[in-house]
C-alpha cells in the first residue's frame, strides 16, 4: 500500500501548484451556462479551452459535435492493450448564476476568500474536472505515461439533462470501451472525510401548464363562476403527497427497491446530525416522509417536488384578475428501479384524473435519468480507497447521494464497465446557488488522490 503519494509526482503538483490555480482561474472565468443559447459562443470557447488543457496534459484531445452542445474527447492509449483502459467523466457546462445581486463576488471573476475558490462552476463541476486533467499532467509530464489507457469525457449538457450524450456514447462504444469509470462530480460527507458514493437518485422532470379561458378576465365579472387555473394547478400539486408526507400518485411506488438493513443501518452510523443538516442549509426543520430520517429521506426515497410557479398577477400592489394560465414545473427523483418512462405515465394518468372541468392540463416530460446503485468492491474500489487514503490520511467512507447524474446509468448499460463516484465537493458549497465555492484544499488534495489513483491501478 502506498502511504505517500509518489515523490516526482508530489514534486510536478508542488512545482505547478501556482500554475494549476491560474489556469483553473482561466477556465472559472467563461460563462459556460448551458441552458442558454446566448451562451453558445462561450460552451464552444470552453471546449475549447478544456481540449487544449487536455493536449497540454499531454493527452490528444478532440471537440465533437453533439445535437446539442459539443464533448470533449481526450485520450491516451500509451499503456498499452494488457493494460487497464479508464474512461474519466466530468462536465464543462454550469448553471444559471442568477441572482447575481446575491453574489458577494461576481461569479465569472473567480477568487480564493477563506481557503474557499469562489465562482460558477469551482465545484460543480470544472474544478473537479480540472483536477483530474492536472493529475493526468503529473504523470506524463514526469514519466511519459500512465499506469493506464486514459480516456477523458467532458460533456457540456451535464446541467440540462444530458440529453444528447446518452446517444454519443452508444455511437461511439467502441471508443469509449473500458474497464472503469471515474467521476468526480459529488462532495465528501464532511471536511476531511473522503467519499466514495454507492448510489445517485434518478429524475424526471415535469412541466404542467393548465389553460382556462381564452384571455385574462375580470375577477369581479366572472370569478366564482369560471375555473381558476391557479386554483386548479394549486390542487393537482397538492394531490401529490397524503399527509404523512408519501407521494399519493398510484403506483408510484411500485418499483421502488427497499434498502436492505445492512445499508439502513450502515447508514446510521455516518457522521450526521439534523442540527448540521439544517445549520448548512439554513431549512428550519427536518420535514419529509414519515418513518424515514433525513438521510434515508435524501439517499434511499423519491420524491416529487415544485421547482417553480406562474400564474396571474404578481406585480406591485392589488389586480383584481382571474388568470387564463398557470404553470409549474415538477420534477420527481427516483430510486432504483425506478424509470423516468414508467413515472411519466403515471404523472401523467394522476394529473388526468385530477382535472377538472372547464380547463385543459398538458403535461410534458422534459428529461429524464435513471437512478443508479452500485456495489463496491472490485480492484477500482479497493485502489481507490488506498489513493484517498494517501492524500487525505483517512479512510473513505461510503455515501449515498440525492442529486442525479443522468449518464452513469448509461455508462453501465453500454459499456458494462464500474463506475466510481468520488467527488470533492463539501457540505454547503452552494452548487447551483450564489456564492458556489470549491474547498481550495480539496481542490489540491483532489490532485493528489487521482495522481495516485492512477498508480494504484497498475496492473
Ligand atoms: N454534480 C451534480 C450532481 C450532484 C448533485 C452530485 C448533488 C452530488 C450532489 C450535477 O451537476 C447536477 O446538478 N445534476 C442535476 C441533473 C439534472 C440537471 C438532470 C441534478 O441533480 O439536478
Ligand atoms: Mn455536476
Ligand atoms: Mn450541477
Redesign the pocket.
Known sequence: MTATLAPDLEQFLARNDKTAHDELFELLRIPSVSARSEHIPDMTRCADWVARSMRAAGLTAEVLPTGGHPVVLGEWRGAGPGAPTVLVYG?YDVQPAEPLDLWTSPPFEPVIRDGRIYARGSV??KGQLFLHIKAIQAHLATRRKLPVNMIVLAEGE????SENLERFVERNAARLACDYVVIS???MFAPGLPSILSSLRG?AYFQIDVQGAAGDLHSGSYGGAVANPATVLARIIASFHDKNGHIAIKGFYDKVRPWTKAERKALKKLPFKDKTFLAESGAMAAVGEKGFSSLERVWARPTCEVNGMLSGYTGEGAKTVLPAKAMAKVSCRLVPDQSPADIEKKMKAHIKKMTPPGVTVTVEHL?G?RPWRAELDGPLFDAARRALKTAFAKDPVIVG?G????VVGDFERVLKAPVLLV?FGLPGEN??APNEWMSDENFVKGMRAMAALWDELRP
Open positions: 462536465h460543480d463541476d451535464e446541467e440540462v439533462g462530480d459529488s462532495s429524475l428529461h435519468g447521494e442529486g442525479s447524474i443522468p467527488g452548487a447551483h
